[in-house]
């Protein structure tokens, strides 16, 4: 049998027209409420392009007409089928709501890949610490960074004294380049999840192998009061944001190889796609925080700033931290 | 690689296909986009120099985020607002849309976007272009962990099939038997041959076009015996023209 297409597409066509027209409108306006009446047709048009294309593609095979037919039911299956958050406004309110409120639930949900993350850096800094008090002469290789590379007791002393005021004068840029570098850094951590979290796990055991040498290297010193008023003010937010960036590539790099659960990985990937986002964007607030006290509070040195109240203010933000993670969101979670 | 296409059955049971881009195009799209990007952190450097009262440390600093934020935030401002769109790929007529046919979300858009950083690796998106070149679905990493593709857009219009048939009398309309026996012994696949040739023939070179015609005359002559007297003095084309006319539209004489 062989459809009779002129006349079939003659009586289609109000309908392909007016299913395309309630596409374009859905398109341009998808935060838009609709009534039961419009999705009930939409709905019904949508089956019945379907069974159009069905119709032709089996009884007359004419390719342009066929190409036409599955460009519309193609849009509008992305429409009827969707059962994801619609939402697609972007604003200050649904970004806080992300930051304040999904970003916890989601660190949260997933406790084993911030433990990972943790141990991973943990493990770093002992390594780091190890190797430098067997060989201090390997310092220039676990600290490859020129401001940190000398004698720590100089670096007080001229810190302490005020020749070195590298940041007066432009402490914004400095605050902006360091959140650009830190972002940077931690959107790798979170990519090198795509290696199945391998390249995460190098990434953080790197970042601690960093910090253990560089925190051994001033105690041996005898710098450790410097080091944590320096250190603590940003470290307390600034560390745990890359510990919340390997913990979203140790995520995506688990539901990569997760052999035990029966969910494709598409699926699995889909599930906690608005988990990483969410984190991410934790991540990016709280290196933003971090680099602005970086750059207004951590350079300001004794007898300018006792490096007690440095370590405390450090302390402070680091509980406030720990209670938002463990608290914020809570209220309206799941059971 | 430009073949490729993506199938998605619907849970009606209908199949429907998205053409995939190739990374050949996806690769020149990104250049447009490198070249918007550089314009942007310049128009954006211009701009915040028109801040001048601000002091010059906060105008450097609004340099830096502003460059980071086009950098980082353009493929996922674009593809958001544009409808899985940015300029390049809106100019090569491509589109990000997700891998299972259903609308783009915003955390697809943020993920693919920031899996730029793996697909870079070490240089030129090697590894995005070796995944892409690989990839069933030509998608390099990001597209493959936010479960997204990259399909050439394409708006076919409805075709014009009234001005494909003949608007005088059918001959062989008037010979019910051959009518019924071109329907009975012509496949759908060759009758749609022949509407396609029909629908296609003023984009065929003279020669192209006489040869494909008289190929199709002569198949359908092979299936049906055809009366002399309704095809003496047809072309092989406006033979074509009758079969496909009777076939598809039942031609009265």
């Known amino acids: 049998m062989i459809l009779d297409l002129p006349r ?11 299913l395309e027209r309630l596409l374009s409108a859905l398109e341009a306006e998808p935060d838009a409420e609709r009534d039961l009446a419009f999705l009930t047709r939409l709905h019904f048009l949508y089956e019945r392009a379907a069974a159009d294309l069905g119709k032709v593609r089996t009884f007359a095979s004419e390719p342009e007409l066929v190409r036409h037919l599955e460009a519309l039911v193609a849009r509008a299956y992305a429409e009827v089928h969707e059962t994801r958050d619609r939402r697609s406004r972007l604003s200050l309110r649904s970004l806080a709501g992300i930051v304040l409120r999904d970003a916890p639930r989601a660190v949260r949900r997933h406790p084993g890949a911030l433990l990972l993350a943790t141990l991973l850096t943990v493990a770093g800094m002992a390594f780091g610490a190890l190797a430098l008090g067997v060989d201090p002469a390997t310092k220039r290789v676990l600290v490859p960074f020129e401001h940190l590379s000398g004698d720590p007791a100089e670096r007080v002393r001229l810190e302490e004294g005020g020749e070195t005021r590298h940041a007066d004068g432009h402490r914004a840029a400095f605050s902006s380049t360091l959140v650009t570098h830190n972002v940077r850094v931690a959107v790798l951590a979170f990519a090198l999840g795509g290696t199945a979290g391998a390249g995460t796990a190098v990434l953080l055991f790197h ?11 001033y105690v041996r010193a005898g710098q450790t009061r410097f080091l944590l008023g320096w250190l603590l003010p940003h470290g307390t937010v600034e560390i745990p944001a890359f510990l919340l960036a390997g913990q979203a590539g140790l995520i995506l790099g688990a539901s990569l190889f997760r052999r035990s659960s ?26 933003a925080w971090a680099a602005i006290v970086e750059s207004y509070l951590s350079q300001h040195h004794e007898p300018t700033l006792p490096y007690g109240l440095k370590a405390a203010f450090g302390l402070l933000e680091g509980s406030l931290l720990a209670a938002f993670l463990l608290r914020a969101g809570r209220e309206r979670e799941e059971p | 690689m430009s073949g490729r296409s993506l199938s998605i059955v619907t849970p009606e049971g209908i199949t429907f296909s998205l053409p995939l881009a190739g990374p050949l195009t996806r690769f020149l799209a990104w250049l447009v986009d490198l070249a918007a990007i550089a314009a942007l952190t310049v128009l954006s450097r211009q701009a915040v120099l028109l801040l001048g009262a601000a002091g010059e440390d906060v105008l450097r600093a609004l340099t830096i985020l502003l460059g980071f934020a086009v950098t980082i935030g353009y493929g996922m401002a674009t593809e958001w607002w544009l409808r899985g769109q940015t300029l390049g790929k809106r100019l090569l007529g491509l589109r990000v849309v997700d891998a299972s046919g259903l609308r783009l979300n915003p955390s697809q858009v943020v993920v693919r976007n920031l899996l730029r950083a793996l697909d870079a690796l070490p240089v030129f998106y090697a590894v995005g272009g070796a995944a892409c070149f690989l990839s069933r679905r030509s998608q390099r990493i990001g597209d493959l962990l936010a479960g997204t593709v990259v399909i050439r857009t394409r708006h076919p219009a409805l075709p014009d099939l009234e001005g494909l048939f003949p608007a005088e009398a059918n001959a062989l309309a008037a010979h019910a038997l051959v009518s019924s026996r071109l329907k009975q012994r012509i496949s759908p696949g060759e009758a749609a041959i022949g509407l396609s040739a029909l629908a296609r023939r003023d984009q065929l070179d003279a020669d192209a076009r006489v040869a494909l015609f008289a190929a199709l005359a002569e198949r359908y002559r092979s299936l049906v015996r055809l009366p002399e007297e309704a095809v003496d003095g047809l072309s092989d084309e406006q033979l074509v023209r009758q079969v496909v006319d009777v076939l598809y539209r039942g031609a009265k004489p």
Do not use: M
């Open chain 1, 8 to 18: 079939f597409v003659a009586s289609a066509r109000p309908r392909w027209t007016e």
């Open chain 1, 207 to 217: 970042n601690g192998v960093v910090l253990g040498a560089v925190a051994l290297d």
């Open chain 1, 262 to 287: 029966r969910s494709p990985l598409s699926a699995r990937l889909r599930s906690v796609l608005p988990d990483l986002v969410a984190i991410l964007a934790l991540v990016v607030a709280l290196l």
